[in-house]
């Protein structure tokens, strides 16, 4: 399928299992760069929009609607995300670093479990990609532990379930290399400094000033 995401380089997203701590290691690095003096807008998905607030309730399962969707409500969110009033890419357009909790590759892993990876890649195929992406690598089995000491369960937070979506996103990562973005797989059994240190590293003198 013809795909066409332009890369901005001063955006980097943060992708993972539920409890692999992409919350925690994109806010350590919203930390480092306004400690390091420089701005940046840090964001996540689902929004906090009026899109983003259905998905919530989709996630909650207090509202049940089909996979498809699902997966259109995702994209739809992302496209205010992107385009809306103080979006992403009024952002980008300007060079302020945008760091992201959740793009398009969760939608990949984990729509494309029940809809399958072409109709997403279809609903989210003009959107821009970023120039890097953190893969917080934890097993399935560590990620239901963390999540046991949470109180609520999301829709995808069983252990059946999130099987399915690691293997959505061996998928999703393929699809992002393909596209030129740089994957930096982490071990996120690692104490979460260690993490956030080999991220500042990376991010380090490659974002452009
Ligand atoms: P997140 O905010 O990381 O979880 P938490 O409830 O711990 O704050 O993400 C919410 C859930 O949404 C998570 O299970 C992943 C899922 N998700 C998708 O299924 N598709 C998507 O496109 C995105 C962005 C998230």
Redesign the pocket.
């Known amino acids: 399928m013809a795909r066409n995401h332009p890369i901005y380089p001063h955006f980097t997203v943060f992708e993972g299992l539920?409890?692999s701590g992409?919350?925690t290691q994109a806010q350590f690095l919203t930390e480092r760069f306004r400690a390091a003096g420089r701005s940046c807008i840090a964001t996540?998905?689902?929004t906090s929009g009026p899109t983003g607030t259905c998905?919530?309730s989709v996630?909650a399962g207090t509202h049940q609607v089909t996979a498809g969707t699902?997966a259109y409500l995702?994209a739809a969110?992302?496209y205010e995300h992107l385009y809306g009033q103080e979006g992403i890419l009024a952002h980008l357009e300007c060079g302020t670093p945008v760091i992201c909790?959740?793009?398009?590759f969760?939608?990949l892993?984990?729509?494309g479990i029940s809809c399958g990876l072409d109709f997403v890649l279809r609903l989210n195929q003009d959107f821009p990609f970023p120039a890097r992406v953190f893969f917080l690598d934890l097993p399935v089995s560590e990620c239901v532990k963390r999540l046991d000491s949470?109180e609520a369960r999301?829709?995808?937070?069983s252990e059946q379930a999130l099987l399915q979506i690691a293997e959505g996103y061996r998928q999703a990562m393929q699809v992002a290399r393909e596209a030129g973005v740089s994957v930096h797989v982490l071990d996120a059994t690692r104490p979460r400094e260690q993490l956030a240190a080999d991220v500042w590293n990376q991010i380090d003198g490659t974002v452009p000033e």
Do not use: C, H, K, N
Not at 101 to 104: E, L, T
Not at 154 to 157: A, L, N, Q, R, T
């Open positions: 539920d409890g992409t919350t996540q998905e689902p998905v919530r996630l699902t995702f969110d992302r909790d959740r793009y398009v969760s939608s892993a984990y729509q949470r999301e829709i995808y937070e």
